[in-house]
């Protein structure tokens, strides 16, 4: 539920070769924003859906101070996405006011919000010093979500990374507050997964689902960190669920056209 692509030489390949050796169903592909040259972003994505539309669940990278951030919704909704990524660490609070005409926009196009929550990690400084584009942590919190989970309650959320290491139990308490607000475990997700379980913190369990966030070449490395965690919390039973059911739950619920 949550993969980026590197631009490089045969990604796509790759990919799908991940995919065919797990038994990988689906992959929902992360867009990012155009200056990031470094990986494929909207119109990339685009066109890897045009060839394997059973295979993948794009993103479309935006940013709600876009002048014209409610017609490329309308846009983006029409020629067939149904996830919008959102990166508010660029530099916004979500829940201000004015803000609240693009929210009402996306709800009023079914598309689901998938939010960056979380700290910043550090493999963006280089691109973030390319670009003369900094990213600011303090804008990752979950709770900035609050509010529009309330004022918009027909549009889905997506918090990715769960917070990660420093938010993590704000965001469970979104999931576990929030009927349409859920949580992936890619990346800074797995130390959140792993506070949950030793802490016993109270979330709904049934809205986590895992993604790779990385180079497919890391499928087995993450893999192997979300099994090793389960295991040292005795929850080795939960691995169906955040690799397969939930997100599979999801899909069902709020993209209904993205499993056969």
């Given amino acids: 539920m949550h993969q ?17 050796t797990l038994n990988i169903e689906q992959t929902l592909l992360q867009s990012v924003p155009t200056a990031v040259s470094s990986m494929l972003s909207n119109q990339d994505l685009r066109m890897v859906r045009e060839r394997y539309a059973r295979k993948f669940i794009i993103s479309q990278f935006m940013d709600p101070r876009h002048p014209f951030a409610r017609k490329k919704i309308r846009q983006y909704a029409a020629n067939g996405a149904r996830v919008i990524k959102l990166l508010p660490c660029l530099g916004y609070y979500p829940d201000d ?3 609240d005409p693009f929210w009402k926009e996306m709800e009023k196009n079914k598309l689901v919000a998938m939010v960056h929550t979380g700290f910043i990690t550090a493999r963006h400084k280089q691109e973030e010093r390319s670009n003369r584009t900094y990213l600011h942590s303090k804008y990752g919190n979950p709770l900035y979500f609050d509010i529009l989970a309330r004022k918009f309650p027909e549009m889905p959320v997506i918090l990715c990374h769960t917070g990660g290491s420093t938010w993590y139990e704000e965001a469970c308490q979104m999931i576990s507050q929030h009927e349409h607000v859920w949580g992936d475990l ?6 959140a997964l792993r506070r949950i379980l030793q802490l016993n913190i109270v979330t709904d369990l049934n809205k986590l689902f895992w993604g790779n966030d990385s180079h497919p070449k890391y499928y087995y490395t993450n893999l192997n960190i979300l099994g090793s965690t389960l295991l040292a919390a005795g929850k080795g039973f939960l691995q169906e669920a955040l690799l397969y059911s939930n997100a599979h739950s999801f899909i069902r619920q709020y993209l209904q056209n993205g499993i056969a």
């Fill in 186 to 191: 890619s990346g800074p997700g797995s130390f």
């Fill in 4 to 20: 980026v692509l590197p631009r490089e030489p045969g990604i796509l390949h790759d990919q799908l070769t991940w995919m065919d």
């Fill in 97 to 99: 006011k004015k803000f």
